[in-house]
């Protein structure tokens, strides 16, 4: 069984650009969940989708972050215009059921640089 | 909003010695999971705490569950090289009536070990 898989492993972008990331989460897996960890600090969750719908975006840090689910299938999350203090890993993770009590399997992550 | 301090943020070993790392929840959780991530590599699910005062054992890895529900630790007896990475705890809070929560991430404590 295939893991959660991200695109790109690592981007490094200029101050004002766009970036796009996406995220394949394992088959069957409807909860996807979008995280960021900025260097030396915690994972911060961003938000979580059930199939297609938001169920939880109270994470994102404000309105340069967007995240679809177009399909409920894959997800992009897309950082328009990016910002110096968007640099982070940002971590895409899914479960087979919705809640804090289901082990979430975590892809490898996008490492975003932006300069 | 809900905190969760990871305590120590490093920890150097010798191989053979062993290893703690605590977790306190500034809120009541329903239950604490906790990731390891190796160097270069992404958070991987080792266990789930539900029960207060809950004791697991998974060969070397002993993981507690407060008694109030608000703290956990993870002790490794006698390290090995294999143990090197990034210890996460993750707390999860039921938010009530339809809302599935969501985890909250210690920031991790980075374990080294000396052969």
């Known amino acids: 069984e295939a893991g959660v898989t991200q695109f790109p492993s690592h981007s490094v972008i200029e101050k004002g650009q766009t970036v796009t990331l996406r995220c394949d989460p394992i088959s069957g897996h409807d909860n996807l969940y979008w995280y960021r960890r900025v260097m030396g600090k915690e994972i911060k969750f961003l938000l979580h989708f059930v199939k297609e719908s938001k169920q939880d975006e109270s994470g994102m840090p404000n309105n340069r972050f967007l995240a679809e689910r177009t399909g409920g299938t894959y997800s992009t999350l897309k950082v328009q215009p990016a910002e110096l203090e968007d640099s982070g890993v940002y971590f895409c993770a899914s479960s087979q059921d919705a809640g804090t009590s289901y082990e979430q399997y975590f892809g490898p992550g996008t490492r975003l640089t932006v300069t | 909003g809900q905190q969760v301090m990871q305590i120590p943020q490093y920890q150097h070993v010798q191989e053979g010695e062993d290893f703690t790392t605590y977790c306190n929840s500034s809120t009541t959780l329903s239950n604490i999971q906790w990731y390891k991530q190796r160097p270069g590599g992404h958070p991987v699910f080792l266990i789930q705490l539900v029960k207060s005062g809950e004791v697991k054992k998974q060969k070397r890895l002993t993981f507690q569950f407060g008694e109030a529900k608000k703290n956990s630790s993870l002790h490794i007896t006698a390290t090995q090289t294999t143990d090197v990475g990034t210890y996460f705890c993750?707390?999860?809070?039921?938010?009530?009536?339809?809302?599935?929560?969501?985890?909250?991430f210690g920031q991790g404590t980075i374990l080294t070990v000396h052969p």
């Open positions: 993750a707390g999860g809070v039921y938010a009530g009536g339809t809302s599935y929560g969501k985890l909250t």
